[in-house]
């Protein structure tokens, strides 16, 4: 364990922004973790696990503790499920695809997010109709001051849309260390509800779709919409769907015949901000190297050395506009680091 000094952190976050961490270390293991929280060798801690939800604006003057624990493990096993854990520095697609090896299901609609284990439950991942807290069990997390570990339920995490009792109530308190899921050994039950999937499964002729079967389409999916944090800098979609009014909805219909929605209940009603975002001209729009996605609206990129300020004025500009055409305020889903 090697404590480096005014190091970038380009590197580690899927924006790809250049700013430096005043003291930087790399923990493989929860006993390098507990030493570092004892030792208590820093005046402010900084967590940083897969880098991939988050936009960070200024250097960081902390001791960023990055979080590289790696190691998956079958719990417990029926013929019919697999309890499995995976430890929170273990990349989430790489264990998405080991359960799908596996022929462990639940998880194939969540392939090719990007990010760490660790982090997925915080804002309770979600794609094509399926979410984290679908399979998810528990995770373990250890208290930043004290140490103690301590055991999250599913419940105990109140899991919503995007969110999580790691956004609020415990918000910074807890490094979560490893995380749970129960799956299925066989009679999977698919998800291919989204029209894509079940599109991108029909064009392939496939009859009776595997997980391979979803997690392939999803993967053709995402890639053919979402850039490539490899190559262009992103951290997903920067802002939450929106959830409005049945009746504002109905007002902007007379507006916008055209407009998508997905009902939440008899009084609300989410809109994509995607749609909402295209809508305003903002697409495909670039200032410097800072921009908006060509192909998918509500992602934000960097496509070199964009600051996070330049990024995060883009993110103004489009929630102003959203604000004054369609009366509607939009929230930003990544956590901004200012
Ligand atoms: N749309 C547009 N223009 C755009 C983008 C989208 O008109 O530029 C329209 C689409 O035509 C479609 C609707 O908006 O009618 C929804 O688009 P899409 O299916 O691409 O999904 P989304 O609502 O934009 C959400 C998640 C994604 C997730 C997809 C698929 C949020 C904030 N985002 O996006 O999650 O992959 O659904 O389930 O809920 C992420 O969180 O980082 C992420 C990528």
Not at 97 to 115: A, K, R, T
Not at 149 to 161: A, G, M, P, T
Not at 186 to 214: C, F, M, W
Request: aromatic content about 10%; hydrophobic content about 35%.
């Amino acid at each position: 364990m090697k404590i480096e000094y005014n190091k970038s952190l380009k590197e580690y976050n899927t924006f790809g922004i250049d700013v430096n961490a005043t003291e930087f270390v790399s923990v493989t293991s929860e006993s390098e973790l507990k030493s570092i929280l004892f030792d208590k060798n820093y005046r402010e801690l900084f967590v940083l696990s897969g880098g991939s939800n988050m936009l960070l604006t200024k250097n960081i003057d902390a001791l960023v503790l990055h979080i590289a624990i790696r190691g998956i493990d079958v719990i417990e096993e029926t013929k019919d499920h697999v309890v499995i854990s995976a430890t929170a520095g273990e990349n989430w697609h790489d264990f998405v695809q080991y359960c799908i090896h596996n022929d462990y299901g639940g998880l194939e609609n969540l392939s090719l997010i990007p990010g760490y284990v660790g982090s997925a439950p915080i804002q309770n991942i979600g794609a094509y109709g399926v979410e984290l807290k679908d399979t998810f069990v528990s995770c373990e997390a250890i208290h930043t001051t004290t140490g103690e570990k301590h055991l999250f339920s599913n419940e105990d995490c109140k899991f919503d849309y995007r969110n999580s009792i790691f956004k609020n109530e415990v918000k910074g308190k807890y490094i979560i260390t490893r995380v749970t899921f129960k799956l299925t050994k066989k009679n999977h039950r698919l998800n291919t509800s989204y029209g894509a999937i079940e599109n991108a499964i029909t064009d392939r002729g496939i009859q009776k779709p595997t997980i391979k079967d979803v997690s392939e389409a999803v993967i053709h999916i995402r890639k053919n919409k979402l850039p490539d944090p490899s190559e262009i800098g992103n951290s997903g979609s920067f802002f939450k769907n929106p959830i409005i009014s049945i009746q504002h909805f109905l007002e902007l219909q007379k507006s916008y015949p055209d407009i998508p929605s997905y009902k939440i209940d008899q009084n609300y009603i989410k809109v994509p901000a995607g749609w909402l975002i295209e809508q305003s001209g903002f697409k495909g729009k670039r200032w410097g190297d800072a921009g908006v996605h060509q192909k998918q609206a509500l992602v934000l990129v960097n496509y070199g050395n964009a600051s996070g300020h330049e990024i995060l004025d883009i993110s103004k500009k489009i929630q102003n506009e959203i604000h004054e055409k369609f009366d509607i305020s939009l929230e930003i889903e990544v956590n901004i680091i200012q």
